[in-house]
């Protein structure tokens, strides 16, 4: 058995490395290294794929973050709401930018944000939703946009995980994930489905004065070189990680689609295990089809429910098999982020869930063999250890 990654990258550019060679070749000899031809064609392809007006490349996945609460203008003071449970960056650019934070809990299937927390921590001061599209999978976006609707907040997708999901509105309309709010962020950090070879980011929306904004915020406020008219932040993408990009964004549903096979075989292991909880999918899909793409698996996470996370969590490392808690502390509780006005018992799944969730291997290359091998460690120490 060949060992096993946490994320398979080197596996991953065996499939793409004639085309990916010969575009960074083109790179360099052409040295249009800062917004070249790479970079404007990556842009088109993503938006045609996305159906999406405009994509605006940026340099990584937080500044894509911070310039979409920047472009909409919001001001120190406003109060945006986003999940308890996330990666810090979420919650770092809200405070950058002298906004307040407000962190509610998340769904205890799903992880996402919950939307009934949501509304509870609705003020005058709100000014923004950010829901995020955890491990894969979009929130609950028919009641967010309701939310937003309803008290006049912008939505800002935090779609850092879920580029190439889509969502199933109640009136049965599909979009993809970051193309539903007012504006959206995402990362191209390589371990991401669709990532780069260094860092990268993007910014998504249908608004043409908002993206007409954001496109001189990223490059120092400038339309015209020189003539700043905007205070902007520099921010772009090179034409090496563009060229990476456009070689992967063709094959991203195939990508997905292979992470979507891993997880079935997962919870075909795991299915009925008594202290295992495999992951939800929102529309309950039974097997792999060509329209499944509610969840691209960013990560593949149980829930352990016997207190035996941390002790298997060690078990995997010491037999060869990476995992990852994500997240071990709840932003309410990290000390950037601490505030006495957070209440614990406003955070019951959020803070039940960093003492079980555990995330396993998940990439485009696993085969069956290491699944097995995996999931037999799981299930043999989670029930007899």
């Known amino acids: 058995m060949k060992k096993i990654q ?31 031809p790479y970079v404007h064609s990556f842009q088109k392809e993503l938006e045609d794929y996305l159906e999406v007006k405009h994509v605006i490349p940026c340099a990584n996945g937080t500044d894509a973050l911070q310039i979409c609460m920047m472009g909409l203008g919001l001001q120190p ?51 923004a939703i950010v ?13 967010i ?8 907040l912008f939505v800002i997708e935090d779609n ?43 910014i998504f929306t249908n608004d043409d004065d908002l993206a007409h904004t954001i496109r001189g915020m990223v490059n120092h406020g400038m339309y015209r070189r020189y003539y700043h008219d905007v205070v902007g932040v520099n921010s772009r993408l090179d034409s090496i990680q563009a060229a990476v990009l456009k070689a992967k964004l063709p094959k991203l549903d195939d990508y997905n689609k292979k992470r979507r096979e891993a997880a079935q075989k997962y919870n075909k292991a795991f299915q009925g295990q008594p202290n295992i909880v495999i992951p939800k999918m929102v529309r309950n899909c039974e097997g792999i089809c060509d329209d499944c793409d509610c969840h691209v698996f ?81 299930i043999d120490f989670v029930n007899n250890q």
């Open 145 to 152: 946009m309701a939310l937003a609707e309803k008290h006049n």
């Open 77 to 127: 003071g406003d109060e945006v709401i986003t999940a308890d449970f996330t990666f810090a960056a979420t919650v770092e650019v809200i405070a950058l930018l002298n906004l307040t934070p407000v962190l509610v809990d998340v769904e205890p299937d799903t992880f996402n944000i919950d939307p009934e927390a949501i509304e509870k921590a609705i003020t005058p001061k709100t000014k």
């Open 298 to 378: 960013h990560q593949y996470t149980l829930r352990i429910l016997n207190e035996k996370r941390d002790n298997l969590v060690q078990h995997l490392n010491d037999n060869g098999v990476p995992c990852g808690v994500y997240y071990p502390v709840p932003l309410h509780l990290q000390k950037a982020y601490a505030n006495n006005r957070y209440d614990e018992a406003d955070f019951p799944v959020t803070n039940q869930l960093i003492k079980e969730v555990v995330s396993l291997p998940m990439h485009t290359e696993l085969d069956d063999e290491q699944i097995a091998f995996i999931t037999n460690l799981v």
């Open 6 to 36: 946490m994320v398979d990258l080197k596996g991953q550019y065996e499939g793409i490395k004639n085309e990916v060679n010969s575009s960074l070749t083109e790179v360099l000899e052409s040295s249009a290294f800062i917004n070249g």
């Open 131 to 143: 829901p995020v599209h955890l491990f894969g999978q979009c929130a609950n976006m028919d009641a």
């Open 160 to 202: 850092a995980q879920a580029i190439g999901a889509s969502y199933s509105f109640a009136d049965g309309t599909k979009k993809k994930a970051g193309t539903m709010g007012h504006v959206a962020s995402t990362s191209f950090f390589p371990s991401k489905n669709l990532g780069c070879y260094g860092d990268g980011g993007a």
